[in-house]
């Protein structure tokens, strides 16, 4: 099965591109033909946060607070990635995860993982924690907040995003 990582770090001197209108969206649900042993959006997007606390208490750093306005910003990423096919931190239009944060209303992101093709959060975690770079995102002790976001593609693959903030 393929699979994709990838991930980015927020620098100070991101220019800002315009946001997509995209109103608000809640977790999407399974796909009308997805296989019974997929699991809801909403349940992995939580065993995430889950675990990336876990990862962070083990390493010492403080509990993340999952934040809603990360969360939107993480789901419009998970939907954007599944319905054009795009893996990608920047979406064709050249927004990136720091734009969608602001928009969502959140002012400091501080990174943002994405993956696509696990199967379980336990699956993109491993994989995340082995990659120095996802890695540095998740432990990154500086960082109070997350949000996660999950969407199934036509294709029944499940992609993944986490957007990690200051506040």
């Keep these: 099965m393929l699979r994709r990582l990838a991930l980015l770090t927020a620098a100070p001197t991101l220019l800002l591109t315009s946001s997509p209108s995209w109103a608000a969206v809640p977790a999407p649900p399974l796909p009308p033909d997805a296989p019974a042993t997929a699991v809801a959006p909403?349940?992995?997007?939580?065993?995430?946060?889950?675990?990336?606390?876990?990862?962070?208490?083990?390493?010492?750093?403080?509990?993340?607070?999952?934040?809603?306005?990360?969360?939107?910003?993480?789901?419009?990423?998970?939907?954007?990635?599944?319905?054009?096919?795009?893996?990608?931190?920047?979406?064709?239009?050249g927004t990136t995860f720091v734009a969608r944060s602001h928009q969502a209303g959140y002012a400091e992101p501080s990174g943002e993982n994405i993956a696509w093709g696990y199967r379980t959060a336990t699956e993109v975690m491993a994989a995340w924690m082995a990659s120095p770079g996802h890695r540095e995102n998740i432990l990154n002790c500086a960082a109070h907040s997350i949000g996660t976001g999950v969407a199934y593609g036509p294709n029944g693959l499940a992609y993944y995003t986490q957007v990690f903030g200051y506040q």
């Excluded at 946060?49 to 750093?61: E, P, Y």
């Excluded at 969360?71 to 954007?80: E, L, N």
């Design 42 to 93: 909403a349940e992995l997007m939580s065993e995430v946060v889950t675990m990336t606390n876990q990862q962070r208490h083990a390493n010492g750093c403080g509990q993340l607070a999952v934040d809603p306005e990360l969360t939107v910003a993480s789901i419009r990423q998970s939907v954007y990635m599944a319905r054009t096919g795009l893996f990608s931190h920047v979406w064709r239009d």
